[in-house]
């Protein structure tokens, strides 16, 4: 994930200041507020949805927060999490446990990858449960056109069971300061499929640009409207009756993924697509993830160099697999 900002902006591993073009326009909002109990639907004997939320709510990757944390903003995405998280409880029924890890920078600090790859691995979830795996912090990905490169990049930040898989799609985690062993939503899916659930979620709002590599920070344009909910079968659908595996990500490979500093509007943007995408559907509607997946649209850019005054345009472009039941990974 990168920050933006109305006065500076910053790569993920390597500072690349900029400044923006131009300000915001109206933005959509996506706030799920929990229903009222009339609309709390009938609980649904044996369904139970399992969620960990993992969140660098004080990046490792800046502690002091100077220019380029993330820390405010992963807050806030951990705040709209929880609310939606409790507005699927309330709306299906369903029994959800929550789980977190975040960030503490204090001695005992849970945020390491080796912290993350156990819990996930001694994740509660039984045959049957649907489980949701989000991750909202620094994330990349590696590959290179030359074997030898990728191999040392491989051997020196991936978990070892990521030895020998092809490169993916999908970004691995900068799960603390130390960046090693270090899991990816591929191999978040494979740990969690043996556990044989239901429906396996994993989404991470992160960047998922090169290991090493520098790019332009940003702010995105967009307009619309909040609409109401009432009922909510569309998350019954999602959640109660869906089967398979579901893993997305805020950005293609190669690419970063940002999230707004605007005191209004903050958190990842794609988690704010994510949830106005949802709020999008008729909430007495039944619907698909492969619909959700349609719905998550590109997002413009438009930056202006500091250095050298050239404006850039740039599309950040959320992905989105869907595979059968108990699928372990994406390739």
Same mark, same amino acid.
């Given at each position: 994930?990168? @920050? $933006? ?37 009938? *609980? @649904? ?41 409790? #507005?699927?409880?309330?709306?299906? =029924? ?13 001695? !005992? ?5 080796? %912290? ?12 049957? !449960? ?8 620094? =994330?990349?990905?590696?590959? $290179? ?6 191999? &040392? +990049?491989?051997? #020196? ?18 799960? /603390? ?6 899991? %990816? ?18 989404? &991470? ?18 307009? =619309? =409207? ?5 009922? !909510?079968? #569309? ?9 398979? *595996? ?6 293609? #490979? ?7 500093? %605007? ?17 999008? @559907?008729?909430?007495? +509607?039944?619907?698909?993830? +492969?619909?959700? /997946? ?18 850039? *345009? !740039?599309?950040?472009?959320? @992905? ?12």
């Amino acid at each position: 994930m990168r @920050i $933006s900002s109305a006065r500076y902006v910053t790569a993920c591993f390597a500072a690349a200041a900029l400044v923006l073009l131009a300000a915001c326009a109206q933005r959509r909002t996506s706030v799920f507020v929990p229903p009222s109990s009339s609309q709390v639907s009938q *609980t @649904i004997g044996g369904s139970r949805l399992v969620v960990l939320l993992i969140t660098d709510n004080t990046d490792h990757q800046y502690p002091n927060r100077q220019a380029g944390s993330i820390a405010d903003g992963v807050t806030k995405n951990a705040e709209l999490m929880e609310t939606f998280v409790q #507005r699927v409880r309330a709306s299906t =029924g369903m029994r959800v446990d929550v789980h977190r890890i975040a960030g503490t920078n204090g001695l !005992d600090d849970p945020f390491t990858c080796d %912290n993350i790859v156990r819990t996930i691995k001694t994740l509660p979830v039984n045959a049957g !449960d649907a489980v949701l795996v989000y991750y909202s912090g620094h =994330g990349f990905n590696i590959g $290179s056109d030359d074997p030898a490169t990728t191999a &040392s +990049q491989i051997a #020196r930040f991936a978990s070892p069971e990521f030895s020998g898989r092809q490169l993916t799609q999908f970004p691995f985690l900068a799960c /603390g300061r130390d960046v090693r062993n270090t899991p %990816n939503l591929d191999l978040i899916a494979t740990w969690l499929a043996a556990k044989r659930p239901r429906l396996t979620i994993v989404m &991470s709002d992160a960047c998922n640009s090169f290991e090493g590599g520098t790019g332009p920070a940003a702010e995105r344009f967009f307009a =619309g =409207g909040t609409r109401g909910t009432v009922e !909510d079968l #569309r998350l019954r659908s999602l959640f109660v009756e869906a089967r398979g *595996t579901v893993l997305m990500t805020g950005s293609q #490979r190669g690419h970063y993924s940002y999230y707004d500093t %605007n005191f209004f509007h903050p958190g990842g943007f794609f988690t704010r697509e994510f949830l106005t995408a949802l709020e999008s @559907i008729p909430a007495s +509607q039944r619907t698909t993830w +492969q619909e959700v /997946g349609r719905l998550l649209t590109p997002m413009l850019i438009r930056v202006q160099d500091r250095r050298t005054a050239r404006v850039t *345009t !740039d599309v950040q472009a959320p @992905i989105l697999y869907v595979g059968e039941p108990f699928a372990t990974a994406a390739r």
